[in-house]
């Protein structure tokens, strides 16, 4: 059973050169939702010893949970659960962010066909979930998505509003010193 949901005009597809990805299969305009991510929250912490008893469960939180705050993470836990939206890719330049802690809405117009993504520098702040090779291909492409990406200046400033609430406050705090 799916346990996110997704706007209709959206369906997976073949990208160039790195397997699946979601498509837009109409037009989405600006601040259109685009999914409301479900899933079961679970500790960092406790990552390690699901690794020992849930091995395939968390493998599926690292390819596609996400933060919620510092210390827990947002994510399916089987295949069985995964709707389009689990097929989401990564990009330097992405076309979706975060509404709030579960809604991913179009940061700008996509078109039909475009590939719906998104920055992980948005939802992520812990090494366990970054990226040694980034295949987004793009012109902003950074090669190399850390854990610590969402730290970047330019990065806040052309995310403002569509990072995790979680790192929000964190980008806030830090000016703020």
């Known amino acids: 059973m799916?346990?996110?949901?997704?706007?209709?005009?959206?369906?997976?597809g073949n990208t160039h050169g790195y397997g699946k990805g979601v498509f837009a299969e109409e037009n989405i305009e600006?601040?259109?939702?685009v999914a409301v991510f479900g899933g079961y929250v679970v500790a960092?912490?406790?990552?390690?010893?699901?690794r020992k008893r849930m091995k395939d469960a968390y493998d599926i939180i690292l390819q596609v949970g996400y933060q919620i705050t510092d210390e827990l993470v947002f994510s399916p836990v089987s295949k069985e659960q995964f709707s389009v939206i689990e097929y989401l890719n990564h990009?330097?330049?992405?076309?979706?962010?975060?509404?709030d802690k579960l809604e991913l809405v179009a940061m700008r117009d996509?078109?039909?066909g475009e590939e719906i993504t998104m920055d992980?520098?948005?939802?992520?702040?812990?090494?366990?979930?970054?990226?040694?090779?980034?295949?987004?291909?793009?012109?902003?492409?950074?090669?190399?998505?850390s854990g610590n990406d969402w730290m970047n200046p330019v990065l806040q400033k052309q995310y403002k509003g569509y990072f995790q609430p979680?790192?929000?406050?964190?980008?806030?705090?830090?000016?703020k010193k």
């Open 2 to 12: 799916n346990i996110s949901w997704t706007t209709p005009n959206i369906g997976i």
């Open 30 to 33: 600006k601040g259109e939702t």
């Open 44 to 50: 960092i912490k406790d990552l390690s010893e699901m």
């Open 91 to 99: 990009s330097c330049d992405p076309n979706c962010g975060f509404k």
């Open 110 to 112: 996509i078109r039909k």
């Open 120 to 145: 992980y520098a948005m939802c992520i702040t812990s090494g366990l979930f970054s990226l040694e090779e980034c295949l987004c291909g793009t012109v902003r492409c950074r090669h190399v998505v």
């Open 166 to 175: 979680y790192i929000e406050e964190k980008i806030k705090k830090s000016e």
